[in-house]
Structures are given as structure tokens and as C-alpha cells.
């Protein structure tokens, strides 16, 4: 069974608003109750299903890259998942994991349902190989979706987690950037005031080095040679940036685009957001269609 983290799905909660309308109007035993009613399941239904087929595009949208290869800005990557640097340990079993989210609830007093005590998240960058390339993902404001869900009771507490594991194999769909390496972002002109900044810090040094007639100032011959000795120094600097290996990392997009990260097979998500779709545009023209026939009715 899908679970939702880190967000509730748009899907799985107005699903259960519409459930609430219905039983609403049930109760209401009226016209007017049951036209606000459907009235309001309509509207529900259609905010719906424009998020699950926001999400369904963006997944059926964006082809799958290869890490290596992949360029900067919005990508689709499939992996392994990796542990980057210590690995999480879940709340309350402590197995190390990628990713988890937890859930204590309390049995209420009357033994109709829980009282939730305490939620939230253990996370942190991990990372997904996909033998072309490892990328760092921060799963920090993602939508997560995983298969893997334990639940147990204790006396009167009941104990959820949710967890991504270092066995799955990960998609993911953020932004993808480079960094270091052959992708710096530096200048030799920048290293070089850069370099000339750090050298004017220490105005004593600069002066036994450059200062040729010892006259405690650098005149314009010797201020052209501390410039030609920074630029060597500035070149040098570059060549050891570039030297450094490329860091690929994953984030949420800057600009609000789904930011999703699952377990779970490609084709299984899209045919998931598929069938949520169909759902949700039959209810809203069932609800329609019913709310048309009331207001004929005399």
C-alpha cells in the first residue's frame, strides 16, 4: 500500500473531504444541505484533479538522465539509494535508513481512535548512484512516497514509521546542479582582486616583497609587478578548482515545480496519478450531474 509522507497527497486528502461532504449531506437530510454539499464536492474534486494531473505531467513529462550526463535545472534520476556520511537511524526501532518519518499515537480514553502525541521527520542528504555518476540528495521539502511502512502497538501507544532505505532503488525529480570542479563558477579576474585583497591585509609583507627601492609605498612599476605576481597566483588557484571533482546535488526547485522523491517503480507512480485522476473527474461529474437533477427538482 502507497503511503504518504512528508506531505499528504492532494488526492488522499480530498478523498476524504469528499467522503465528509457525503456523509454531511446524510446527515443534513435536506435540499439546501445536500446542494452546498455537492456544490462544495465539485469544487474539491476539480482542485484535485488538477494536482494529480500536475503531478502525473511532471512525472510523464521528464525523461530519465543519466547523472553523468544530466543537464543543469530540472531532471528525472533513478539510482541506487546510498547512505552520505552517517546513516539516520528511525525513531523509534533505530534502523538505519536514508530517510524516515514517525508517528506516536495514544489510544483515547473512550477507545474510539488515537490522539496523536508526537510526529515528524529524521532526514538528511543522501545519495543516488546510478553507476554513471552519484548525485547528494536533500530530500528537505520533497514529497516522499515509499512502500515501506512498519506500525505496532505498545499498551496504549501505537508506534508508525515510514523510512527509505539504502537497499531501494530511488527516483528522484528536483533540481539538478553541478558544483566545483570543471563547473566553478570562478574567474581569473575575481582570483586575481581576490588575491591582491588578501595580500593588502598584510601590508608588511606586501612591501618586502614588492617595495624594490624601499621607500615604504609600491610605486606603478612595482604596483605591475605585485598584479603580474597575483595573476600567477590567481592562475594556479583556477587550475586546482577545476582539478577537484564535480559535486552533483539535488534540491527543491527554486521556482515551485514538483519536488518528489519515492521507492516506488516510474511507470507505478504515473499509472498512480493516472487512476487518482480518473477518480476524481468521475466524482466531480457525478456531483455535478446530481446537483444539476436537485435544482430541476420543485
Not at 521539502?141 to 527509505?164: M, N, P, Q, V
Not at 574567474?187 to 585583497?197: G, H, I, R
Not at 476524481?280 to 444539476?292: C, E, K, P, R, S
Request: proline share 3%; glycine share 8%.
Amino acid at each position: 500500500m502507497l503511503t504518504t509522507l512528508r506531505r499528504e497527497y492532494a488526492q488522499l486528502i480530498t478523498s476524504g473531504g469528499q467522503l465528509l461532504l457525503l456523509l454531511v449531506g446524510f446527515k443534513l437530510e435536506s435540499r439546501t444541505g445536500w446542494l452546498w454539499c455537492l456544490g462544495s464536492m465539485s469544487f474539491v474534486s476539480l482542485l484535485a484533479w488538477y494536482s494529480t494531473l500536475y503531478r502525473l505531467r511532471a512525472i510523464s513529462g521528464t525523461p530519465t538522465s543519466r547523472i553523468a550526463s544530466a543537464a543543469q535545472g530540472y531532471v528525472e534520476l533513478v539510482g541506487q539509494g546510498q547512505v552520505h556520511g552517517m546513516p539516520i537511524l528511525s525513531r523509534y526501532s533505530n534502523l538505519p535508513c536514508l530517510w524516515c518519518r514517525y508517528k506516536l499515537e495514544r489510544k483515547r480514553s473512550d477507545n474510539k481512535g488515537w490522539n496523536t502525541e508526537e510526529q515528524g521527520e529524521n532526514s538528511a542528504p543522501f545519495i543516488v548512484d546510478d553507476d554513471t555518476g552519484k548525485c547528494v540528495v536533500d530530500p528537505q521539502g520533497a514529497e516522499i512516497l515509499t512502500r515501506h511502512k512498519d506500525s505496532w502497538t505498545s499498551g496504549e501507544y501505537r508506534y508508525t514509521e515510514w523510512r527509505l532505505l539504502d537497499i531501494d532503488t530511488i527516483y528522484a525529480l528536483g533540481e539538478f546542479r553541478t558544483a566545483g570542479g570543471s563547473n566553478t563558477t570562478l574567474t581569473q579576474d575575481e582570483l586575481v582582486k581576490q588575491v591582491l585583497s588578501e595580500w593588502k591585509m598584510d601590508n608588511a609583507d606586501l612591501l618586502k616583497r614588492f617595495d624594490l627601492d624601499n621607500n615604504g609605498v609600491l610605486d606603478m612599476q612595482e604596483w605591475m609587478l605585485a598584479r603580474s605576481a597575483a595573476k600567477r597566483e590567481a592562475e594556479k588557484r583556477l587550475d586546482e578548482a577545476r582539478a577537484e571533482p564535480d559535486i552533483n546535488f539535488m534540491i527543491k526547485p527554486p521556482d515551485g515545480r514538483l519536488f518528489l522523491i519515492s521507492n516506488l517503480d516510474q511507470d507505478k507512480l504515473a499509472l498512480r496519478y493516472k487512476l487518482w485522476a480518473w477518480a476524481h473527474i468521475v466524482i466531480l461529474f457525478g456531483a455535478l450531474g446530481v446537483l444539476a437533477w436537485l435544482t430541476r427538482q420543485p
